[in-house]
């Protein structure tokens, strides 16, 4: 039962991907995926930006309540997701590990829904920077994977390098093309498309069992 309870909170984590696309329908100008941050869409106030990087750029999110309940939602889904679902992985400390880096991304997640960029960057920044760690979880998961589970150690392990790879790219500027949100989103993304993926099999094989 409690791997089944986990294994829903993951599943809604797809929460994440389907407010996005709500919230930026209702920017004017447009919202753009590739040149905007994620936590643009959680800004509260319509106003000029004062980043260094993009001085002066007018941001506004009419549905900026909605990602911010978002990002909450997901995060404490997420969070509860690794805690309780940690039977259906092997007792190893890789796995420990990563599971304690995916809940801490979860943690994470909700500071940046409770403190916008806009409001408070101090904590914004420190629920932002918590997601980096997240993108090594499903990494560690994989390696930690048994054997007889291939697809799935695959997955985590794929899921992970994606993860890794993205934070360095947006950690370090070279966005190669895709943009500051496109580079943001290769490395924070991964994270929740292996939760809602894991959370479907989880349940499938603990379904199967009953």
Same mark, same amino acid.
């Given at each position: ?98 599971? &304690? *880096?995916? @809940? ?7 500071? /940046? !829904?409770? #403190? ?5 960057? =101090? +904590? ?43 934070? &360095? *790219?947006? @950690? ?7 943009? /500051? !949100?496109? #580079? ?5 993304? =991964? +994270? ?19």
């Amino acid at each position: 039962m409690r791997q089944r309870l986990g294994a829903v909170c993951w599943m809604l984590t797809i929460v994440y991907f389907l407010v996005q696309p709500v919230v930026a329908a209702a920017w004017d100008p447009a919202y753009s995926f590739a040149d905007n941050t994620i936590s643009d869409l959680g800004n509260a106030r319509c106003a000029p930006t004062g980043e260094s990087w993009r001085p002066g750029t007018f941001l506004c999110s009419p549905r900026h309540a909605l990602m911010n309940v978002a990002f909450v939602l997901v995060g404490l889904f997420t969070a509860a997701g690794a805690l309780t679902t940690r039977g259906w992985w092997p007792r190893h400390r890789l796995a420990g590990a990563g599971l &304690a *880096l995916v @809940a801490v991304s979860g943690v994470g997640a909700v500071l /940046v !829904g409770l #403190a916008p960029g806009d409001v408070n960057m =101090p +904590l914004h920044l420190v629920g932002a920077g918590l997601q980096f760690p997240g993108a090594i979880g499903p990494l560690l998961l994989g390696l930690a994977t048994p054997g007889e589970r291939p697809r799935e150690r695959v997955f985590s392990l794929a899921m992970g390098v994606v993860g890794i790879v993205g934070c &360095a *790219l947006f @950690a370090s500027g070279l966005h190669l093309g895709l943009g /500051v !949100g496109g #580079a943001e989103r290769l490395g924070f993304d =991964p +994270l929740t498309v292996w939760t809602v993926v894991l959370g479907v099999v989880i349940w499938r094989a603990r379904s199967a069992q009953r």
